[in-house]
């Protein structure tokens, strides 16, 4: 059953949401993610918590586009540098909830509905990364069919006010 789309009678924006949800892909995306983290930070002997995606990751076309839905779960945040305040284009972080995520030791809600790039609605159902990657029948990404919603397209703003971009991967 789709959801009728309603639409300003002012100006026709949308009115309506969007589902999202960790799939698998999304769930190796961040994986492949911490390990670049824990790489560089072990090579460098300090924490190294800046990943830029198109030059220091090797995505595919589905992972580098659906990445950044990783930041609706808290998971990662646009990377900020700390002296002049400003966002890095390009450049993302692992945040403490991601590198909890990983180790299984944090449950994220199940699906967030998104309504022009904040979070309207979370669900009471929690899930882990270990339920993401042995669910079978869990798709490996999400198809618009899967939400049985209506879709709209948002802009990538980024509202977090995280000051830190330390975390601790070691604990």
């Known amino acids: 059953m789709q959801i009728e789309i309603e639409h300003c009678s ?3 924006a949308k009115l309506t949401g969007r589902y999202e949800r960790i799939s698998k892909g999304l769930a190796l995306s961040l994986l492949k993610f911490r390990e670049k983290v ?3 930070s072990e090579l460098s002997n300090t924490l190294v918590n800046k990943v830029h995606l198109s030059k220091d990751l090797n995505l595919s ?3 580098y586009n659906n990445f950044q839905k990783l930041r609706y779960h808290g998971l990662i945040a646009h990377y900020k540098d700390k002296i002049t305040k400003e966002y890095e284009t390009g450049y993302w972080l692992l945040t403490k909830r991601g590198n909890l995520f990983c180790k ?3 449950a994220v809600p199940k699906k967030l509905l998104i309504f022009r790039n904040k979070i309207e609605e979370r669900s009471e159902e929690k899930i882990i990364l270990r339920d993401i990657l042995t669910e079978d029948n869990l798709p490996h990404w999400y198809q618009k069919e899967d939400y049985n919603m209506s879709f709209e397209d948002t802009n990538d703003f980024d509202e ?4 830190d971009n330390q975390l601790d991967l070691f604990d």
């Open 61 to 63: 076309k589905n992972e």
């Open 104 to 106: 299984n030791e944090l």
């Open 10 to 12: 002012c100006c026709g």
């Open 160 to 163: 977090n006010s995280q000051n």
């Open 38 to 40: 824990l790489h560089e």
